[in-house]
């Protein structure tokens, strides 16, 4: 059996908490990385637009002020 989650931070929580191997856990990130993938700011002729794609949570370890005031 495999665990899945979305980061390193848990992968160690579940290691250390409950004493998983951690061969059994595999991380699929859900972040992009910002030194890879940097925000362009275009110009529509009309007006400026911007567009704000955010699926997840609004709270907790998420930086939703951060990604809104870009």
Known sequence: NLIIC????SKKIL???YNINSNKIQVIPTCVDSKK????NKKSSKKD???ISYIGSTSGAYS???IIYS
Request: no cysteine; glycine share 0%; net charge positive.
């Open 15 to 17: 290691m250390h908490k």
């Open 64 to 66: 939703i002020k951060e």
């Open 49 to 51: 637009i911007k567009i």
């Open 6 to 9: 979305l980061t390193q931070h």
């Open 37 to 40: 993938f940097k925000y362009v």
